[in-house]
């Protein structure tokens, strides 16, 4: 039988560092990634046998957990007709109605095949509709790997040790303002110099990809407000947050309506798929209606629409939310709990359906450098054990956790009993 080091070992010959996305490489945690023969519920199976509770939900789109019953008929029920027509159909508009419904900031949207494209079209359809080329991010937030967003990103890029591409072209990256994250004073500052020069801001509300750092109060308003005064577009990027942190994403959670949208992972349950949308009068500007070119040929494909659609029906339920938010505060408190009595700086954070472990001895954090301070050794070490003990968590310091609505008490209870043991040998 193949087992998960033979098999890494055989893709390293043929595809580079043997995965397809490099923060699936455990690189850093010091073993071969496990290499997944198929997943159910808060399960994943590896190659070996081998049963883990699953953190990483396919790194978030498995909010009701792998293998959703209603999501696998819904795909087995339009599987028949054919993969892909490369026409309109009227599942792509039930798919466009559904997201504008659940997100009332979005009056037009687009589908993509990647939260990358929603994100990289998005931050060029705020250039052509401002006619301006600067734009901001945050350092530590990623949004795929857009040449002008890889600029002091988070993820695979801050897991990596380069969270400046190279490849990125110096008189392209130049246009990209880095700005640290939840500093509202430093966002101010910025715009008073040159706001008139911005096309827009893009944020994660929520970043997930530096761990889990929610906004501070009033950072998520201040960006509403500087875009309000200079004219520029305010970009919530919420392939992570959208769908999780509430049904209405981070900007119904938090209250503050941007201009645009970019989403992923949930809206396709698991299938390749993003999207982005807006405020109908910027949404115009886009082809064939206006001049700002965008497109795909699988973008609305059938079946990814049919999944995404059955997903989201599905977390439309009352209380679904409040229900995961519950689920990741019983596992985040009793990680709290169980580390304190182990005497190990620990401390989680939350936005609904997503938390963050940090093994640090500061009372919150906020930003990359914060979060660059933390422990990453001893995370490293309660990775590994935690594995051993037949828990998946995202193999990084750098990534958010994911639950879903299968995690019962039964498997958060286990994770804790684990958590407890790994804790007590933990240096
Ligand atoms: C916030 C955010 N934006 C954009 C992306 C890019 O999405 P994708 O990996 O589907 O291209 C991701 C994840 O990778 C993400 O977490
Ligand atoms: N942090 C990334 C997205 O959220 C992880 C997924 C990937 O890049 O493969």
């Known amino acids: 039988m193949p087992t998960s080091e033979t098999l890494f070992a055989r893709a390293g010959k043929r595809i580079p560092g043997g995965v397809n996305s490099p923060v699936r490489a455990f690189k850093g945690m010091g073993r071969a990634p496990l290499f997944i023969s198929r997943a159910r519920g808060p ?24 293998a959703d019953p209603d999501v696998l008929s819904a795909v087995r029920d339009r599987l028949e007709d054919g993969l892909s027509f490369g026409t309109p159909t009227a599942v792509e508009t039930d798919m466009a109605e559904l997201i504008c419904e659940i997100m009332p900031s979005i009056d037009m949207v687009r589908m993509t095949n990647s939260g990358t494209e929603a994100t990289m079209s998005a931050v060029r359809l705020a250039r052509g509709y401002t006619g301006r080329d600067k734009i901001v991010k945050f350092e530590g937030n990623y949004h795929g790997h857009v040449d002008s967003l890889l600029v002091k990103a988070g993820s695979g890029a801050l897991t990596h040790g380069e969270p400046s591409s190279p490849g990125v072209p110096a008189s392209l990256a130049e246009h990209t303002i880095t700005l640290s994250h939840n500093d509202s004073d430093g966002v101010r500052r910025c715009f008073e110099e040159m706001g008139d020069e911005i096309a827009c801001i893009i944020v994660e509300p929520v970043a997930g990809n530096m761990n889990c750092i929610p906004p501070e109060p009033g950072f998520l308003d201040t960006l509403r407000e500087v875009c309000d005064q200079s004219g520029a577009v305010l970009i919530f990027d919420e392939v992570m947050t959208g769908f999780r942190v509430a049904l209405g994403g981070a900007q119904a959670f938090y209250d503050v309506t941007p201009d645009l949208t970019c989403l992923g992972k949930i809206v396709g349950a698991g299938m390749p798929v993003g999207a982005f949308g807006g405020k109908r009068d910027i949404m115009a500007h886009l082809s064939p209606l206006g001049p700002v070119y965008q497109a795909g040929t699988l973008a609305g494909n059938p079946l990814a629409m049919a999944a995404g659609i059955a997903l989201l029906r599905k977390i439309r339920q009352p209380d679904f939310h409040t229900r995961l938010a519950e689920r990741v505060a ?3 408190d009793g990680l709290e709990q169980r580390a304190a009595a182990a005497g190990v700086p620990l401390i989680t954070q939350r936005a609904g359906g997503m938390f963050g472990v940090f093994f640090t001895e500061q009372s919150s954090v906020s930003d990359f450098e914060t979060v660059t301070q933390c422990n990453v050794e001893r995370f490293r070490r309660f990775f590994t054990a935690m594995l051993d003990h037949g828990v998946y968590m995202a193999p990084s310091p750098f990534e958010a956790g994911f639950m879903s609505s299968a995690h019962s008490d039964e498997e958060i209870a286990a994770t804790l009993e684990a958590a407890e043991q790994v804790f007590a040998e933990l240096e």
Do not use: A, K, N
């Not at 590896?46 to 789109?61: A, F, L, M, N, T």
């Open 43 to 66: 399960y994943l199976f590896d190659v070996e046998g081998q049963r883990y509770i699953d953190y990483v939900g396919s790194w978030g789109p498995m909010i009701t957990g792998h």
């Open 330 to 332: 019983t596992l985040c």
